[in-house]
């Protein structure tokens, strides 16, 4: 059964740091796209950053210059670091995985594989 399951998430106060990793089971992810999400309460989830097939990486909203997003297929893992972080970050954070195209996408359409999402407070 192909599976996503988020973890590292918590409560953090701004300016610091958290890695999420996004761990598959059932398939491998190697020939996927990873995006990361963000849902903040009574918001729509939108995306955040997400890393290619081959490699290439993109990211969204406000989290340019301060996420990163990498992959290790050995680990069949994709991780989010995310630093410098702001009250607005907090939200679920999900991961989702497509291999309809090589390409990322913000959006949540052609994503077909989604985690259960972890938790992001950022508060002092």
């Known amino acids: 059964q192909l599976q996503l399951v988020e973890s590292g998430g918590g409560l953090v106060q701004p300016g610091g740091s958290l890695r999420l990793s996004c761990d598959a089971s059932?398939?491998?992810?190697?020939?996927?796209?990873i995006g990361w999400f963000r849902q903040a309460p009574g918001k729509e989830r939108e995306g955040v950053s997400c890393i290619s097939s081959t490699g290439g990486s993109a990211n969204y909203a406000d989290s340019e210059g301060r996420f990163i997003v990498s992959r290790d297929n050995a680990k069949n893992t994709v991780y989010l670091q995310m630093n410098r972080l702001k009250p607005e970050d907090t939200g679920t954070y999900y991961c989702?995985?497509?291999?309809?195209?090589?390409?990322?996408?913000?959006?949540?359409?052609?994503?077909?594989?989604w985690g259960q999402g972890t938790q992001v407070t950022v508060s002092s």
């Open positions: 989702a995985a497509h291999r309809r195209s090589h390409y990322c996408s913000r959006y949540r359409e052609p994503y077909d594989y």
């Open positions: 059932g398939f491998s992810l190697d020939y996927y796209v």
